[in-house]
């Protein structure tokens, strides 16, 4: 069974930053690209930003300059490093996955973690 386990969220004032990490657990033959998404109260959930196998990574517009993403294959790690966080940035941030399990890619998700940003 695969899982994902986020861990780094929490309270931040406006300005500050905050550093999210996800550990994909499991039989897994291949990670393909990792990333992250967000849902804020009454809203659909997006993508942040995705890193793919070969570290080529993309980004919302709206995380572009003060995101970034990187991956640990060896660990089967990714992590969101977050600056100048805004109120705007408050939502609920979920890891997710592409791996290969039994021949077959299968999409995974974290359960999630919060990050509140106060004015």
């Known amino acids: 069974q695969v899982q994902l386990v986020e861990s780094g969220g929490g309270l931040v004032q406006a300005g500050g930053s905050l550093r999210l990490s996800c550990v994909v657990s499991?039989?897994?033959?291949?990670?393909?690209?990792m990333g992250w998404y967000r849902q804020a109260p009454g809203k659909q959930r997006e993508l942040v930003a995705v890193?793919?196998?070969?570290?080529?990574?993309n980004f919302a517009n709206f995380a572009k300059g003060r995101f970034t993403i990187s991956r640990n294959n060896a660990g089967n790690t990714v992590t969101l490093q977050m600056s100048s966080l805004q109120p705007e940035d408050t939502a609920i941030y979920y890891c997710n996955a592409d791996a290969l399990v039994d021949r077959t890619i299968r999409t995974y998700w974290g359960q999630g973690t919060q990050v509140t940003v106060s004015s």
């Open positions: 890193i793919r196998s070969g570290s080529t990574a």
């Open positions: 499991g039989t897994i033959f291949s990670l393909n690209a």
